[in-house]
């Protein structure tokens, strides 16, 4: 099982539409989580860490459930401006794994 | 300005040459990173170090080499470039809050390398 899994999507949603993106991990002892966004030929940036009680910042809201290893997005009305790869990462050994990406596509 | 700069931003090279890339940060944080990120494999850690003169092997390591003389700058040598290192290299750092280097980074811009 590779470490990191994300469905690599794309997704493709209209403006104004929720969408959510789940991300699997393998280490159980991982104790820090976190979700990157990555622009168009860009670097990654900290969208959001993820906490055990799930956060929520503005639209954005992120789950983490433990028992199943399970981390998941959720963006409310989409806006153009969110379309870009969001990359799930996840604690390993004190260094940080990252998934493939996930990309997202935001239509008018 | 404070953040994270990478030096070249592009670069071409033949194989076999030696190619170093650059990475400068101005936070003072302690751990610093180097990536390659490659279509289908996402990011991929080459080589971390914890603090000056303190250098670890990641993921995949084969083929480069790092320094880390001063805390702000941590450049990556190719020693002799293949094609297969063509990829885009990003520099990282974070200044962990908790145990080991597993916290938030922040990235710096990315060098694109093609090696022909």
């Known amino acids: 099982r590779k470490e990191v899994e994300q469905d690599p999507g794309p997704f493709n949603v209209p403006e104004g539409a929720t969408v959510a993106f789940n991300c699997t991990y393998s280490?159980?002892?991982?104790?820090?989580f976190f979700w990157y966004r990555q622009d168009c030929r860009k670097e990654p940036k900290l969208l959001m860490s993820?906490?055990?009680s799930g956060n929520e910042d503005g639209r954005f809201t992120a789950q983490l459930n433990r028992a199943s290893q399970y981390i998941s997005l959720l963006i409310r009305d989409s806006k153009l401006s969110d379309s870009a790869t969001y990359l799930c990462?996840?604690?390993?050994?004190?260094?940080?794994?990252f998934g493939k990406g996930t990309k997202l596509s935001v239509k008018p | 300005d404070a953040g994270i700069t990478q030096s070249p931003r592009y670069k071409i090279t033949e194989t076999g040459r030696q190619v170093t890339l650059m990475c400068h940060q101005t936070?003072?944080?302690?751990?610093m990173f180097w990536y390659r990120q490659d279509l289908g494999h996402g990011l991929r850690l080459i080589y971390y170090?914890?603090?000056?003169?303190?250098?670890d092997k990641g993921e995949v390591s084969d083929g480069y080499v790092v320094s880390r003389s001063k805390t702000e700058n941590f450049p990556l040598t190719l020693e002799s470039a293949t094609r297969s290192q063509t990829s885009v290299y990003f520099c990282?750092?974070?200044?962990?809050?908790?145990?080991?280097?597993?916290?938030?980074?922040?990235f710096g811009p990315g060098t694109r390398l093609t090696v022909l």
């Open positions: 280490n159980s002892a991982s104790q820090s």
């Open positions: 990282a750092s974070s200044e962990p809050v908790g145990r080991g280097s597993g916290d938030e980074q922040f």
């Open positions: 170090s914890a603090a000056a003169d303190i250098t």
């Open positions: 936070w003072s944080h302690s751990y």
């Open positions: 990462v996840v604690e390993s050994q004190g260094n940080l794994i």
């Open positions: 993820v906490y055990s």
